[in-house]
T-cell receptor
Framework: DTAVSQTPKYLVTQMGNDKSIKCEQN?????MYWYKQDSKKFLKIMFS???????INETVPNRFSPKSPDKAHLNLHINSLELGDSAVYFC?????????????FGPGTRLTVL | AQRVTQPEKLLSVFKGAPVELKCNYS??????LFWYVQYSRQRLQLLLR??SRESIKGFTADLNKGETSFHLKKPFAQEEDSAMYYC????????????FGEGTQLTVNP
């Protein structure tokens, strides 16, 4: 299947732990993103990488560290998890079609911090 | 600064009724506007983009630069249209960044 995939789908962990979420796309896109969807369903961009280079870094605590080993992968590592980190994290990738950037989203990772 | 506003967090209509989901934006320049849809516990999917002027699943949206709006409309709502709808904006000065509105939860009642 050609798609954006994320693992794990669900992640339940204790406060203070460190965890990683992985994202892979096989669409041949150059740009990948991480978004956070909070409990009120508000979506906000966190990071964006283009060809393994960080191009968008919103005001996100430095406990969050993205890593892009190649342009098909963008992982998100979170240190010292806090209750407020509980959210659904969406990975996305994009290509330019007719000058328009269309983003394709992964299924999301529901993170619950206890 | 770019901003997208969806004034209605919740919208409830009956099956067969017309539906309009409002979206207003602010952007200095020529934006690209999109509507994304998220069905229950699923990923976001692109529904419409203003530049293609298409109709998907009976939905249309027209960019009104004078009113800085990009409202989503459907003449006859169906129960399967129940979902979260996000209006989003991108533009040349924002790179590939998408700025989302707060979302509108549409419920179509039988």
């Amino acid at each position: 299947d050609t798609a954006v995939s994320q693992t794990p789908k669900y992640l339940v962990t204790q406060m203070g732990n460190d965890k990683s979420i992985k994202c892979e796309q096989n669409l041949g896109h150059d740009t990948m993103y991480w978004y956070k969807q909070d409990s009120k369903k508000f979506l906000k961009i966190m990071f964006s990488y283009n060809n393994k280079e960080l191009i968008i870094n919103e005001t996100v605590p430095n406990r969050f560290s993205p890593k892009s080993p190649d342009k098909a992968h963008l992982n998100l590592h979170i240190n010292s998890l806090e209750l407020g980190d509980s959210a659904v994290y969406f990975c996305a990738s994009s290509h330019l079609a007719g000058g328009l950037s269309i983003q394709f989203f992964g299924p999301g990772t529901r993170l619950t911090v206890l | 600064a770019q901003r997208v506003t969806q004034p209605e967090k919740l919208l409830s209509v009956f099956k067969g009724a017309p539906v309009e989901l409002k979206c207003n934006y602010s952007y200095s320049g020529s934006p690209e506007l999109f509507w994304y849809v998220q069905y229950s516990r699923q990923r976001l999917q692109l529904l419409l983009r203003h530049i293609s002027r298409e109709s998907i699943k009976g939905f249309t949206a027209d960019l009104n630069k004078g009113e800085t709006s990009f409202h989503l409309k459907k003449p006859f709502a169906q129960e399967e249209d129940s979902a979260m709808y996000y209006c989003a904006l991108s533009g040349p000065t924002s790179g590939s960044r998408l700025t989302f509105g707060e979302g509108t939860q549409l419920t179509v009642n039988p």
